[in-house]
């Protein structure tokens, strides 16, 4: 059983993602004249990954900055002294 869970939940996945990306009702939507129609999944999954990028890019930069400042300061207090 242990060894076929995994696959039912991959296969659950890939029929919730043919559902949600290859339905054949399209949705069409009109943005500033332009005419856009896709699968109402991609376009919800297309607008929720423009807002997590919008908001999450800010925070990366200065998270990185840290990181790489405190993985410096704990390799130079890991370093033995050889003198």
């Known amino acids: 059983m242990k060894k076929i869970r995994p696959f039912v939940v991959l296969v659950l996945f890939f029929l919730l993602a043919w559902h949600v990306f290859g339905d054949s009702s399209d949705a069409?939507?009109?943005?500033?004249?332009?005419?856009?129609?896709?699968?109402?999944?991609?376009?919800?999954?297309?607008?929720?990954?423009?807002?997590?990028?919008?908001?999450?890019?800010?925070?990366?930069i200065p998270l990185a900055i840290i990181w790489f400042f405190v993985g410096r300061a704990r390799r130079n207090r890991l370093k033995p002294n050889l003198s």
């Open 28 to 60: 069409t939507f009109d943005f500033d004249g332009e005419e856009i129609d896709a699968p109402p999944g991609v376009m919800i999954v297309t607008a929720l990954a423009l807002v997590v990028a919008a908001l999450v890019s800010p925070l990366l």
